[in-house]
């Protein structure tokens, strides 16, 4: 495997660049969505993508990546459709672009890894995978619950609000881990594994009540790279101190084999904030993780009947 350190990496872990999803034989597709319009604090996610690409330089090298037994090329066709155009200014667009984009590669019968940007784009990637596969269990990893209602027509921290009112996630089945902001704790649809229990009961415990609530559902997982702690993510818009580490997302993460999963976001990724690429790599390393948790339950995922 040649060492990548020096290049610029214009796809995720160099996979092959590709934009017909009808043309392509790949079995998941890396997107970079490059909007950061609806976040409320510090802006620059819009340059997220391309800092992970670049970060997976680091990762290119391993091959047989550990703890894995098998190289991902071995089990797993993937490419990169590059980044969403959009008309900068005018958010409209881009969730048209990305829900008609997202559309397109699924039902070309293909899995999703998306790039952020600002949570926002989360709402689009749910409509389009709850049209293809129905409501879906959420499961949701952030400091801050986005549930709130009181936001603007554009908003990072209100989406899924919105995704329960439109009928993409089904709250019994979904979860929100490492939370560490207030919420309505007597009147909240989520379950929620706040980042105190989480840190305090490791991933083991946490993998119990994902499994518990998710089951066989097919599972969204929508990652905001602020629910690890800012120690292992500076480079966020919103941080909040008493965060999950890298080594327990992770962790979490690698265990999710054999589950439905239907897709992933890494959101909110501000290399303008970043220090030493902490965070570009910690987001590289999650997405790459989450393409071998899909190779190893490869098997499981194409008996699994999504109706059951
Ligand atoms: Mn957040």
Not at 150 to 156: A, I, L, N, P
Not at 268 to 280: K, L, Q
């Amino acid at each position: 495997m040649p060492s990548l350190f020096g290049d610029v990496i214009s796809a995720f872990m160099n996979v092959p660049r590709e934009s017909d999803p009808k043309a392509s034989d790949a079995e998941v597709v890396v997107s970079g969505v490059p909007f950061d319009l609806a976040c409320s604090g510090r802006a620059g996610t819009r340059m997220g993508p391309n800092a992970i690409r670049q970060a997976t330089a680091n990762l290119i090298w391993e091959g047989k990546r550990w703890p894995w037994d098998f190289a991902l090329e071995e089990r797993l066709n993937v490419c990169d459709a590059g980044n969403l155009d959009y008309a900068y200014g005018e958010p409209e667009s881009l969730v048209d672009n990305l829900e008609g984009h997202a559309e397109r590669w699924l039902a070309a019968g293909k899995k999703m890894l998306t790039l952020g940007g600002d949570h926002y784009i989360s709402l689009p990637l749910l409509r389009a995978h709850a049209r293809e596969h129905g409501p879906l269990a959420l499961i949701h990893f952030d400091a801050h619950t986005d549930t709130y209602e009181q936001g603007t027509r554009f908003d990072h921290g209100t989406i899924f609000h919105h995704a329960l009112k439109e009928g993409l996630v089904v709250p019994e089945h979904s979860l929100q881990i490492g939370i560490r902001t207030s919420y309505d704790r007597q009147n909240h649809p989520y379950e929620v594994l706040d980042a105190d229990w989480v840190n305090d009961h490791g991933p083991k415990a946490v993998l119990e009540r994902i499994r518990a609530r998710v089951g066989h559902h097919p599972a969204y997982i929508s990652l905001d790279i602020d629910g690890l702690d800012p120690a292992f993510a500076p480079g966020t818009g919103t941080p909040v101190c008493g965060g999950m580490s890298t080594d327990l997302m992770l962790k979490v993460l690698r265990g999710m084999v054999g589950m439905e999963l239907v897709g992933m976001d890494v959101v909110e990724v501000n290399p303008a904030y970043d220090h030493g690429d902490i965070t570009s790599l910690a987001a590289a390393t999650l997405g790459l993780e989450f393409l071998y948790v899909l190779a190893a339950g490869k098997r499981v995922w194409r008996v699994v009947d999504p109706r059951q």
